[in-house]
């Protein structure tokens, strides 16, 4: 039986089907057998077809899928945000809205029975053979990190075909790209330096229980997605409620919760009322002022961001000082037990603002942000700056 020969890069690369710089890495990297001319310059190379029929069936035994590893926790920005955790704890204890704490109604009951009914059949749905088109199992994916480089979050792209990831290395943090069809991810130059998340989502459930001189209980539900029509440009959505409940939930020794922080809403910072919006107040207070102050704060936020240098690159590149555009819309609104906000039937309305900020990466050490903001929902409703160490939701 004559053998098959392969002469040169290209033959081999079209024989295999990719192109000559993923041969030659595979050549380098995971011993595919390519033969090199004796007595002739480093680039003429030939190899036999069996041998590389043979090195294929090996490499995809090696390939066999594995569960993927837990991401490592890391202070970065998530260019990728994640899919955290969340326990039985977390999300089955009461959160008592007033005094006592009392039980669940029979309504509520048969409210959450039907919810987990729903939820057992759609299941069942889902997992039946033969309900989803072209899936008749499960889909593994093995990934193993490039040596020295630590993932700390991935995502898989809505096609299925590639795994984008959160690497740490020598380089500092940036984003690894994958292809299901290979074994190698690459680095994604210009993804370094990142001020924000980009793509992805996540959501955070948390109770936390209080005990001591002071009782109360602290709510949180934060939920945050993250859409790139259009690369480089990223729509982020953040909905986020927090609250303190129970007895001492707004004991005078807490600190009230306040609506008007640049990470929450912009344009109504601490410092940035002047007397005249206090007009008409005879015991020392600002009502525009206590109205953003509370036990208890619901804050929403859309943004759409983008790499300065990635827009004129039409890419994901942060350049060599990693700047970061943005144009935001926030809302929020802070209530107690007994001033309620106005969907609920009080007096206390939501406060608006709109504007724009630019963010820095100074040095991968910290994030800088300058925003310009037009509050709505204020007496001085002229533009207002604020400088904050501060990245993206």
């Known amino acids: 039986m004559t053998r098959r020969r392969l002469d040169a890069w290209k033959e081999i690369a079209r024989y295999l089907g990719r192109d000559v710089t993923t041969v030659r890495r595979w050549e380098k990297r995971e011993g595919l057998p ?8 480093l680039g003429s190379v030939y190899a036999w077809a069996d041998e590389i029929d043979t090195w294929s069936e090996r490499r995809s035994v090696r390939a066999e899928p594995a569960p993927l590893p837990e991401p490592a926790p890391s202070a970065a920005v998530p260019l990728l945000a994640e899919h955290p955790q969340v326990s039985a ?3 089955e204890q009461p959160v008592p809205g007033r005094r006592g704490g009392a ?3 029979p309504w509520k009951v048969g409210l959450g029975l039907a919810g987990v009914a729903a939820l ?6 889902s997992l039946a053979p033969g309900t989803r088109a072209g899936i008749d199992r499960p889909a593994h994916i ?19 075909t590639q795994v984008v990831s959160v690497g740490k290395d020598s380089a500092g943090v940036r984003l690894w790209l994958r292809r299901l069809d290979s074994l190698e991810a690459v680095p994604i130059p210009g ?3 990142a001020t924000s998340p980009i793509y992805g989502g996540r959501y955070r459930v948390q109770i936390d229980q209080t005990v001591g001189t002071l009782q109360y209980t602290a709510g949180l539900i934060d939920w945050r997605r993250y859409f790139m029509p259009v690369r480089p440009i990223t729509i982020a959505v953040r909905g ?18 306040y609506a008007g922080y640049q990470e929450l809403v912009h344009g109504y910072g601490v410092g940035s009322f002047a007397s005249n919006e206090c007009s008409g107040q005879t015991s020392g207070n600002c009502a525009v002022f206590d109205s953003l102050i509370g036990s208890r704060l619901l804050v929403a936020n859309i943004e759409v961001r983008a790499p300065l240098v990635g827009l004129f690159r039409r890419t994901v590149d942060y350049g060599m000082l990693p700047v970061e555009v943005a144009a935001f819309a926030d809302a929020g609104v802070t209530w107690t037990r007994n001033t309620l906000p106005t ?28 925003a310009a903001s037009r509050p709505l929902d204020r007496v001085a409703r002229g533009w207002k700056w604020q400088l904050g160490i501060q990245q993206g939701f």
């Not at 979050?153 to 096609?159: A, E, F, G, H, R």
């Open 34 to 41: 390519v033969h090199r001319h004796r007595h002739e310059k």
């Open 343 to 370: 969907f609920l039937g009080g007096t206390r309305a939501p406060v608006r603002s709109y504007g724009g900020a630019m963010r820095i990466n100074v040095f991968g050490l910290t994030i800088l942000e300058l």
């Open 142 to 160: 093995a990934l193993t990190p490039p040596a020295g480089v630590i993932v700390e979050s991935l995502v898989i792209s809505p096609d299925g």
């Open 89 to 91: 704890a977390d999300v």
């Open 120 to 125: 057992v059949a759609a299941l069942a749905s």
């Open 191 to 193: 993804s370094d330096g």
């Open 103 to 105: 039980g669940p109604g």
């Open 240 to 257: 986020m409620q927090y609250g303190r409940y129970g007895p001492d939930a707004e004991h005078p020794q807490l600190i009230g919760l």
